[in-house]
């Protein structure tokens, strides 16, 4: 039984103490919220990927005008348009950035938010040219979002089979060199396999960097996933005439060759529930939420209980948050710098229109700039890995000036008027975490926002 602790719950496993919201009073209460109504939501609006789709025919619609008539006034407006639909698309993201704040900094279920952010992570998925460059918070809404606690298979297969997906990993390249269609095209102008996504299900979302499988493993499953594709105006498609032909065998089990999505919803299915997944998940779970270098009990504690519920998520959070090694007093982890702002913003109180009057100029001035010099651009990380979770890769001598600049100015730009009393904000901030050296740092401070800055500045406050 561990001993229940607000304020930890609020700051390990949430985005911070807030003066608006009181936070769960126990550990059955962090759990039911993951279960109940996703309020927030509703709240805060995000477009779904199944409406971010339309833009992405609209958009496609207009290219096909314009190649059909070169050099015609109908080209050139259909090039204008495009760049509207474009331009619509990019302001609508940072719309989004602006809604997934006001979520963090109001929700009465920060772990809910949290998980959101940590499952985005691992099944990172980016669109790769156009306006699909935007869509990583619609395919969140699409993919992640539902089944959050479900079964890890189900997870699993929404992400990997998700357009998205299918476009960043190159899925949709891949052909099957001995397919219908493969033929039909003829040797100069045959595609093949692509096995980018069946090696990052394999390193990534499954069974780990030193996972038992080989190459052979990797292209094998290529293999299952050749039919997988994504028309903008329908969704998802299989394509039967792209499947290489035959049975393929992964991790010592073969799959039949039913030209249908079968075969890869019963691969997916058992990749989720491999002994070597449940551990890569149990110690990526618990470095996130608790230490880079996490308690081998602790990590043992959540494979055991995920592996003998076959996958099912709750068991894997509540596996987490009742094991005294996730509940020790001493804030530890390095928060990354999406996060410090959201726990920032969180703590100032964040009001519900605070963005309602915000152009694109201000959501780069406010965000985006800041969290680039920080190394960590919005929903942009540098592979399909996601962000790194080592503490080191976000103390750096550039990352912490430009959390100094963001935390001195920024503040108040959003807050105008409505910034809190530095004294007070030391406690709402920081709770038991606040020290002597920090209130006198607020109380001395020459003006207002230097004194949230240097709050904000804090070790307390920048780990939990």
Do not use: C
């Amino acid at each position: 039984m561990v001993q229940f602790d607000r304020q930890l719950a609020e700051i390990r496993f949430g985005y911070g103490l807030s003066p608006l919201v009181p936070g769960p009073t126990d550990v059955d209460a962090m759990l039911r919220g993951l279960q109940g109504p996703d309020a927030i939501v509703d709240r805060f609006p995000i477009e779904p990927f199944s409406i971010f789709r339309q833009r992405m025919v609209a958009v496609r619609e207009q290219i096909t005008i314009r190649r059909k008539n070169r050099g015609t006034p109908a080209a050139a407006a259909a090039r204008k348009q495009r760049n509207v639909l474009n331009k619509e698309a990019r302001i609508a993201m940072f719309e989004w950035l602006g809604q997934t704040m006001l979520r963090r900094a109001h929700t009465p279920t920060a772990f809910r938010e949290r998980l959101v952010a940590f499952w985005a992570d691992h099944f990172t998925a980016l669109g790769k040219a156009g306006v699909a460059r935007r869509a990583t918070s619609p395919y969140i809404e699409d993919a992640i979002r539902p089944n959050l606690n479900g079964n890890f298979a189900d997870l699993l297969q929404a992400t990997v089979m998700h357009p998205l997906m299918l476009d960043y990993l190159d899925q949709i390249q891949s052909m099957g060199p001995e397919s219908e269609r493969a033929a039909k095209m003829g040797p100069k102008k045959k595609r093949g396999l692509n096995e980018n996504l069946a090696r990052e299900v394999m390193e990534l979302h499954t069974l780990g960097v030193d996972g038992p499988y080989t190459q052979e493993d990797v292209t094998q499953l290529a293999e299952l996933f050749t039919g997988m594709s994504f028309q903008p105006r329908n969704g998802f498609k299989f394509r039967k005439d792209f499947v290489e032909p035959g049975a393929e065998t992964v991790l010592g089990k073969t799959y039949p060759d039913a030209y249908n999505v079968a075969p890869v919803r019963a691969v997916l299915t058992d990749l989720a529930t491999h002994p070597a997944t449940t551990r890569h998940i149990a110690h990526k779970l618990a470095v996130h939420f608790v230490t880079d270098d996490p308690d081998p009990d602790l990590v043992d504690h959540i494979e055991a209980a995920f592996a003998k519920s076959g996958g099912e998520l709750m068991s894997l959070y509540e596996a987490l948050v009742t094991h005294p090694a996730a509940w020790a007093p001493q804030l530890v982890n390095f928060k990354p710098p999406i996060d410090f702002v959201s726990s920032s913003l969180r703590g100032l109180g964040l009001p519900d229109g605070a963005f309602a009057a915000f152009t694109e100029r201000d959501f780069r001035q406010v965000f985006a700039t800041g969290l680039v010099l920080m190394g960590q651009q919005w929903e942009r990380p540098g592979g399909p890995d996601g962000w790194p979770e080592e503490d080191g890769e976000w103390i750096t001598p550039q990352g912490l000036a430009a959390r100094v600049r963001w935390a001195m100015v920024m503040p108040q730009r959003i807050m105008g008027g409505a910034l809190p009393d530095p004294r007070e904000f030391v406690e709402t901030a920081l709770g038991r975490h606040g020290n002597d050296a920090v209130r006198f740092a607020a109380a001395a401070a020459e003006s207002k926002p230097e004194a949230i800055g240097l709050v904000l500045m804090s070790p307390a406050f920048q780990r939990r």
